[in-house]
Structures are given as C-alpha cells and as structure tokens.
C-alpha cells in the first residue's frame, strides 16, 4: 500500500504545488503509452493481470524467500494508476524523459519488473545448487 501512498502523493504534489515546468499530462494509454483501448477495458485488463500476478508470481516470489516489497512495487504501482483510471479516466503523468511521460508509479513497476525476475533467478539457482 506505501507504493500507492507515495505515488497518488505525488501526483497530488506535481497538480497542485510542484515546481515551475512540471505539467501534470492525463495519459490515457496503458503500460507507458504502448496499448490503448476504453477505460473500462484497461482496467479489468489491468485487474487481471493483478489478480494473475497476485496468484502466480507472489506466491512463488514467497517460497523463494523474496522480500515482499519487490512484488509489492509492481502491485502497488499497477494498482495506484488503475486508481487514477477509475477516477480520470486516465493516469496522471508528470516526469517528462526523452521517451515518454511517466510517473512514480510507472517507475515502481519498471524497477519491479527488472528486480523481481533477477532476484527470483538467483535465488531458484541457488536453491537449485542446493538440492544438487
């Protein structure tokens, strides 16, 4: 839930108070611009592939030995830019790059989706060398 907190956090401080230059763009594409598609279809889109990593990758993540905030990046994230779905019928975005228009939440889950799938390969390696 702390990833949701400090992402609507920021996106509440870059609408309201932030620094001059920082624009707050309503991005209504889905996974950093690349799919679009209705509102209502990204979010149950966006629901099912929670409920699915929720029942697939944290359990696994769990018997691993992952610190539970490693999924929790990409749960929270996913989840805080639904939130903005169902309220605007966008996600709000703030941090211009030379590539798209991003926000905090989009950067928890790159940074999930880059550590989870290292850490769980050292570890099932690991756990793999043990039994050998």
């Keep these: 839930m702390w990833a949701v907190v400090v992402d609507q956090g920021t996106k509440l401080w870059a609408g309201a108070a932030g620094p001059a230059g920082v624009q707050v763009a309503h991005n209504p594409r889905y996974a950093l611009g690349v799919l679009g598609g209705s509102v209502p279809v990204l979010i149950i889109g966006t629901i099912v592939v929670l409920a699915v990593f929720g029942a697939v990758i944290v359990p696994l993540g769990y018997r691993v030995g992952l610190p539970a905030w490693i999924p929790g990046l990409v749960l929270g994230g996913a989840l805080s830019n639904m939130i903005d779905r169902v309220r605007f019928g966008s996600v709000r975005d703030f941090i211009a ?11 928890f889950v790159i940074a999930g989706v880059l550590i989870l799938p290292t850490l769980l390969a050292i570890r099932v390696t690991a756990r793999y060398r043990e039994l050998t």
């Design 97 to 107: 790059t030379r590539w798209a228009i991003i926000n905090v939440a989009d950067l």
